[in-house]
């Protein structure tokens, strides 16, 4: 198939390297021509250009801009398409976009791949970030069932396991498992430097290891992810942050009372848990 990718980051450039050794032919759009020179150069795509009309050839489109680019991109393409491309996107949060995007161009369905890693940008780009992961697809009542099965068996080929679920039920979850966590680790980060004994702050920095580094990668990515999330996802975000603040609340009393029973008892509800996430 021809297939097209605007936005030649992490997500586009993993893209492009996995569904090029699947056999298809890949257009892809960058904003930067520099971009678009490399995307060809480690054969990421077929072809690369800054201009939308150079996509008007593609069966499916896959829109790996950020979030708040997703809309404007899908008014530009509108006058270049035909009806029959199917676009989707790989925003991590679904029902904004799914209910702006939808009026706009009904051959459309959300998309979100849980993967990703610490770096970003085309150098980053790597064949099989997408092996082994599993991918979301957010059909609703009006989504075409073509788009849902053409978008669905592409993916599948990337080694992935597909799974749909609704736009708002996707966008509660990935506050729980994927939002909250960039923030609270992004405050236990917050809260070390709060440290203003320099003895025990550059003590603290020198014996954070494995524990530290584990707990606080997603707290160390891209800003701009952060902001988008809480921006479009501000409702589920903040639902999760106020019952995360009722955990610690509960978790201060405990120690302040000296419970150490009813400590252990948390501890070890959250131990086993935490196997039912991963």
């Known amino acids: 198939m021809k297939l097209g990718i605007i936005g030649l980051g992490l ?30 150069q480690k054969g990421i795509v077929h072809e690369a250009s800054v201009d939308f009309s150079r996509l008007a050839q593609a069966e499916v489109i896959f829109i790996c801009t950020p979030i708040e680019a997703i809309l404007p991109t899908v008014q ?15 925003g991590s949060v679904k029902a904004p976009i799914v209910e702006t995007v939808t009026p706009l161009w009904s051959n459309f369905i959300g998309g979100h791949p849980m993967t990703g890693t610490a770096q970003q940008g085309i ?3 790597q064949s099989g970030l997408f092996s082994g992961t599993r991918y979301i697809l957010t059909p609703t009542e009006e989504t075409p069932s073509q788009a849902q099965t053409t978008v669905t068996e592409i993916v599948q080929s990337l080694d992935t396991e597909v799974m749909t679920c609704s736009p708002v039920t996707h966008d509660q979850a ?9 923030f609270v680790s992004s405050t236990l980060i917050a809260a070390c430097r709060q440290e ?17 580094r584990d707990t606080t990668r997603v707290g160390g ?16 975000v903040q639902q999760a942050l106020l ?23 948390m501890l070890g509800e959250t131990q086993g848990a935490r196997s039912r996430f991963l």
């Not at 530009?76 to 790989?90: A, F, H």
């Not at 990515?221 to 589920?236: D, F, H, R, S, T």
């Not at 019952?243 to 008892?265: A, F, G, H, P």
């Open 196 to 212: 203003q004994d320099a003895e025990v702050l550059n003590l603290a920095q020198t014996l954070a290891s494995s524990g530290f």
């Open 11 to 40: 997500i586009g450039g993993s893209l492009g390297l996995a569904l090029r050794s699947r056999d298809h032919y890949v257009l892809g759009v960058s904003r930067q021509e520099q971009t678009c020179t490399l995307a060809r």
């Open 243 to 265: 019952t995360y603040r009722q955990q610690l609340d509960s978790l201060m009393s405990v120690i302040e009372e000296e419970n150490w029973d009813q400590l252990e008892m």
């Open 123 to 125: 150098a980053a780009a």
């Open 174 to 182: 990935v506050a729980l498992i994927s939002h909250l966590p960039v």
């Open 76 to 90: 530009q393409l509108q006058p270049i398409l035909s009806s029959e491309t199917i676009l989707t996107d790989v």
């Open 221 to 236: 990515g891209n800003p701009e992810l952060g902001v988008m999330m809480a921006k479009y996802n501000k409702q589920a």
